[in-house]
């Protein structure tokens, strides 16, 4: 009688366990890696919002203050730097896109989160859409506020960043964004609100969809080139070529311009006032700096529109670039990559209206 007690309840624990293994082998497989920003910030009081420390929080914390991600997925976690986003550069930027495609290559590794910091998280997310080589979900994700705030946005944004990595419905739209239950692309998201939980926006061209119930919607997708389509191969680069950003302005001088070229900048973006319009003070000095082989590309401080080639400037006579919608930080990304490629100012052009 007492076997037979026995015997049930380990054929109940048996039937429990097995009914657990068969639950996650139907969970997709997400890694989770973690570069610092808000999401892992803390805050000296739970009311805390500004003023805070970003990067504190360790990956397998971020996972474990969110008990529900493990049932949508089978959850990896992964610390590939730690620290504030303002700090993001180039070998960063290398060092976490090599990492993406390596673990993207594994048939154990159905999608990726990356936990980012949102000052830079546009810039890092357009990156990755250049150079990633897979069509598997990747998506990054942040906070707007602190673990310690008492409204700390950071772990339904993890939540539903999971849940969109391990969906199908993700495969193959590129380097998405997702804060505050909407999905951006990388090409066209950008930061508009210094803190608010609805800054991330595609102000012209609108966000891609929303995460409603535990479920992603898209509505529609980028039709630019990306991800596993980019011809961007970063698998062999150590370094990216110098290219720096000048703004535009009323009474601007060509001192920033200068220092930059003298600095060795192999391209500039000029984010110039409306449709990227050039200072007469500061053309003769791109000019020169065109001479000496410098790549110039005409952006827009605007932040919506397209920049019309030959519009403000003949772009032809001058042999400049136009970004096409491309804010100035983006073009500055898509240049340094164009430059591992080619110099030609005209198949530059053709890169910029592809991607």
Request: charged share 20%; proline share 3%.
């Amino acid at each position: 009688m007492y076997s037979k007690k026995i015997f049930s309840q380990f054929l109940l624990l048996a039937c429990v366990a097995f009914a657990s293994i068969a639950h996650a082998q139907k969970l997709p497989n997400v890694t989770i890696l973690a570069t610092g920003g808000t999401i892992a910030g803390t805050g000296a009081t739970t009311t805390t919002t500004v003023g805070y420390t970003a990067a504190k929080i360790g990956v397998e914390a971020l996972i474990d203050a969110v008990p529900e991600l493990k049932k949508v997925a089978n959850v990896k976690g992964e610390q590939v730097f730690q620290i504030a986003s303002e700090n993001m550069n180039n070998d960063y930027w290398l060092k976490l896109a090599k990492r993406v495609n390596v673990l993207l290559a594994q048939d154990d590794v159905d999608g990726i989160v990356i936990t980012h910091g949102t000052d830079t998280i546009e810039e890092t997310a357009y990156f990755l859409n250049l150079t990633v080589k897979s069509k598997k979900p990747v998506v990054i994700v942040g906070a707007m506020r602190p673990s310690t705030a008492i409204s700390a946005d950071g772990p339904i944004n993890l939540y539903n960043a999971v849940l969109l990595a391990g969906s199908k419905e993700a495969i193959g739209k590129g380097v998405l964004v997702t804060l505050n239950d909407q999905i951006n692309g990388a090409r066209e998201v950008t930061k508009t609100n210094t803190s608010t939980l609805d800054t991330f926006k595609t102000p012209e061209l609108g966000f891609l969809g929303y995460i409603q119930g535990s479920k992603p919607f898209f509505y529609r997708q980028s039709t630019r080139k990306n991800t596993a389509d980019s011809e961007f191969d970063i698998s062999k680069l150590d370094s990216l070529p110098q290219v720096d950003i000048v703004y535009g302005y009323a009474n601007m001088n060509p001192i920033a311009l200068n220092a930059f070229v003298a600095a060795g900048a192999k391209g500039i973006i000029h984010a110039g006032v409306g449709d990227g319009s050039l200072n007469n003070t500061v053309l003769p000095s791109l000019v020169e700096a065109h001479k000496k082989g410098v790549i110039i590309v005409r952006a827009s401080r605007v932040g919506q529109g397209i920049v019309a080639r030959n519009g403000e400037a003949d772009d032809d006579k001058l042999d400049f670039v136009v970004s096409d919608t491309l804010n100035a930080q983006k073009a500055r990304i898509l240049l340094m990559l164009a430059l591992t490629k080619t110099n030609d100012t005209k198949e530059i052009q053709k890169i910029f209206y592809q991607y």
